[in-house]
């Protein structure tokens, strides 16, 4: 009996592991031993956790990514490939909101799964284009390294066999190295550059003032009173509140 048990069990112990409907063949065997080594080393990016550091080549120079944050609030954005039509309208469309950044103390450091020399020519064809003229480095990231560090990755693309495709992420991360904001668009969809710009300015203000933003938000508009302060201490704080429920309440800063 006890040795029925166990060949059933370890039988249905290999099914479940292994279903008959989707057998895992040799080929493969080494692709999910390398996506499981990979996965396990892969930190997990939430909303709080340290920014990974690296190192990596870029156009303008080698860098340690947390020393070129120093400081500063920091924007990290990834592009599947040069010369490919979306990414060079971004590009393009960061780079003429560069002045806008700086005002904010924000970096800029895009990256594209080419090496540098294609880089080089990419950001001629960008300025041309786009009419800016480029300031801030791209990286370059051929083998993937930072695209997996960042899980810059569809699930589709980090099962394939061949080198995997890099979707459009973005990183706020704040000047300890926390991530901050993330957004993921598939590599078929431009992002909108006036969206992040504006969540920067949500975070910078809900950190120096201690509040939190509602829909919509723009720089200027009224603002919302966290649940954690009182309303007698936020007139005591920002003066005005106009209450529309006890958890629900505006004011301006």
């Known amino acids: 009996m006890a ?3 166990s060949r059933t069990a370890a039988r249905f112990a290999a099914q479940a592991v292994r279903p008959k409907s989707t057998p895992i063949r040799p080929a493969q065997l080494s692709q999910f031993a390398r996506l499981s080594s990979t996965q396990a080393e892969q930190p997990r990016l939430r909303i709080g956790s340290l ?6 080549q870029t156009t ?11 400081d500063s609030w920091a924007i990290l954005f990834s592009h599947p490939a040069d010369f490919t039509p979306v990414c060079t309208t971004e590009l393009g469309a960061f780079s003429r909101l560069k002045p806008e950044f700086d005002t904010r103390g924000v970096k800029l450091l895009a990256l594209s799964a080419d090496p540098l020399t294609s880089h080089e020519k990419w950001i001629a064809d960008i300025n041309e284009t786009q009419d800016t003229s480029m300031s801030f480095p791209i990286i370059a990231d051929p083998e993937r390294k930072v695209a997996w560090l960042y899980d810059m990755l569809t699930e589709e693309d980090a ?13 706020v991360i704040d000047p300890s190295k926390k991530i901050r904001l993330t957004m993921l668009y598939p590599a078929s969809t431009g992002r909108n550059t006036a969206e992040v710009l504006r969540v920067v300015d949500s975070l910078q203000l809900g950190d120096k003032k201690g509040v939190a933003t509602p829909v919509d938000w723009v720089e200027g508009g009224d603002v919302i009173v966290p649940p954690s302060v009182t309303t007698a201490d936020a007139r005591k704080k920002f003066g005005d509140v106009r209450e529309v429920k006890p958890y629900l309440r505006y004011t301006r800063v």
């Open 3 to 5: 040795t029925l048990f």
């Open 51 to 56: 920014a990974p550091n690296f190192q990596a």
């Open 60 to 70: 303008h120079g080698d860098i340690d990514f947390h020393t070129y944050i120093s």
């Open 159 to 171: 099962l394939k066999k061949d080198i995997a495709f890099t979707i459009r992420a973005v990183f």
